[in-house]
């Protein structure tokens, strides 16, 4: 009895409490093609959660496999630690060509254990001993991994509420979230708010923060529930840490290698950080997580920062033809076109169906805040976001064979994290899909 009933019974059995996908889509993966997805019982489903954003290209790129399999038919090294390889240098070589030049002519990069929480860890580790500082800022909204450090910067409070012994040195500040904005005022003028106070907290005397070590943040918050830094907070935020010697760090684990239609997202608004954590997708669908940093905060001796599987060459391998694919002014115009019809479509379709609160995003990182028609509006004229309902939706996605994620605020948002090289044809019917579902549960609820 090889069906995915069989393999789940198993699943249960000795795997730990914590998993989560699983349990949101119960089946067993049998193939996995582009962005097609096929279980052990012969039904196919749509991807459009592709290892949350980690498959930039899809499931099995051709031109990824051929690479690894050549490789691995050459009997060159699959694990070095930090040793060089020939395959190491030119992986090296191609992503500091993907670097903005005003980063690239003094950056260093640090190859960290290989899931972006591990490159927020040497990123903390890194400024707190390059400025002696250990308070750090982060931002509400905000998710950077779920290792003990990278919890103290997350916003969500349900991940980290029942965990002990969580640093104190992180002070949080609101982030510009355009549909339900912290201070009660929307637009431009709720912008100016959130600039002014982050400038004026960080410079004022008696605000009870000390000399923060860095600032942490995305420029497209993802799990937060897909929420943009207008270009001009971006702006603000590195002024500001520039003028007071903070460095500033930007996580672009989801949002960057093109994600956004830009190869990081943090270009939209025209800044340089000074430490960029970088992975899921770098790796050309394996596992490599790299830390990138201006050379003035090289303070560390040798071994101050290690990590076993920092060396796994196959991983530099794939994501070498994946950075020279991506890094194309043709395939990143190709995500902001696709990107922009899946929000055009939906912002047409949040006209017909009230259970749609918000869309937004940029590029292939996509979402769409679902509430509760029936609920009173807030001061910003927003109902409230409905998880039940979104969690709903994602099951009634799955059961018409697309795969789709959730997040935000209440698991509220319903997130397209597809590959970047997704053609039309499936685009479409992942929304024509997900538009079939969102009228349905429309019509229940409104």
């Not at 090294?77 to 020939?86: C, E, N, V």
Request: proline residues 4%.
């Amino acid at each position: 009895m090889n069906n995915n009933a069989f393999f789940l019974k198993r699943c249960d059995e000795y795997e730990s409490s914590a998993r989560s996908y699983s349990r949101k889509f119960p089946i067993a993966i049998k193939r996995a093609k582009g962005v097609i997805i096929e279980d052990v019982e012969g039904k196919e489903y749509i991807d459009f959660l592709c290892g949350a954003g980690t498959l930039a290209l899809g499931h099995n790129d051709s031109e990824v496999n051929k690479a690894l399999i050549d490789y691995i038919q050459s009997d060159s090294p699959l694990h070095t630690l930090d040793l060089i390889t020939p395959a190491k240098d030119e992986f090296v070589h191609t992503l500091f060509s993907c670097f903005p030049e005003e980063f690239r002519k003094d950056a260093k990069v640090q190859f960290c254990a290989p899931a972006g929480t591990d490159a927020i860890d040497a990123a903390i580790k890194l400024c707190r001993i390059a400025t002696g500082r250990r308070t750090v800022i982060s931002f509400s909204g905000g998710y950077h991994g779920m290792g003990q450090g990278p919890l103290t910067l997350m916003g969500n409070l349900h991940a980290k509420s029942n965990i002990n012994g969580l640093s104190s040195d992180v002070q949080f500040f609101p982030y510009p979230y355009e549909y339900r904005p912290a201070f009660g005022v929307k637009g431009s003028e709720g912008v100016k708010i959130a600039c002014s106070y982050f400038e004026r907290m960080l410079k004022d005397p008696e605000s009870g923060i000390t000399a923060p070590s860095c600032v942490v943040l995305e420029a497209i918050q993802g799990e937060g529930g897909v929420i943009p830094s207008p270009p001009e907070f971006l702006q603000t935020v590195r002024r500001v840490t520039k003028e007071l010697g903070i460095p500033l760090i930007l996580d672009e684990v989801q949002a960057g290698i093109g994600r956004s239609g830009d190869f990081f997202a943090f270009e939209d608004s025209g800044i340089i950080p000074d430490v960029i954590a970088i992975s899921k997708a770098v790796g050309g669908s394996l596992p490599m997580a790299i830390m990138a940093y201006n050379k003035n905060l090289d303070k560390w001796d040798a071994g101050t920062h290690a990590g076993t599987f920092r060396g796994t060459t196959l991983a530099m391998v794939g994501g070498n033809v994946l950075l020279n694919r991506v890094k194309q002014p043709s395939f990143l115009s190709e995500v902001k076109r696709k990107g922009n019809i899946f929000k055009m479509h939906f912002e047409d379709l949040k006209k017909e169906c009230a259970v749609i609160g918000d869309v937004r995003g940029r590029g292939m990182m996509l979402g769409i805040e679902i509430v509760d028609p029936k609920s009173e509006e807030d001061m910003c004229g927003a109902k409230k976001g409905s998880g039940t309902i979104a969690a709903e939706l994602q099951r009634l996605c799955f059961e018409n064979g697309l795969i789709m994620e959730k997040g935000g605020r209440n698991g509220a948002v319903m997130r397209c994290l597809t590959a970047l090289s997704i053609d039309d044809s499936n685009l479409n019917k992942g929304i024509d899909i997900l538009s079939d579902c969102i009228r349905k549960i429309n019509k229940k609820y409104s």
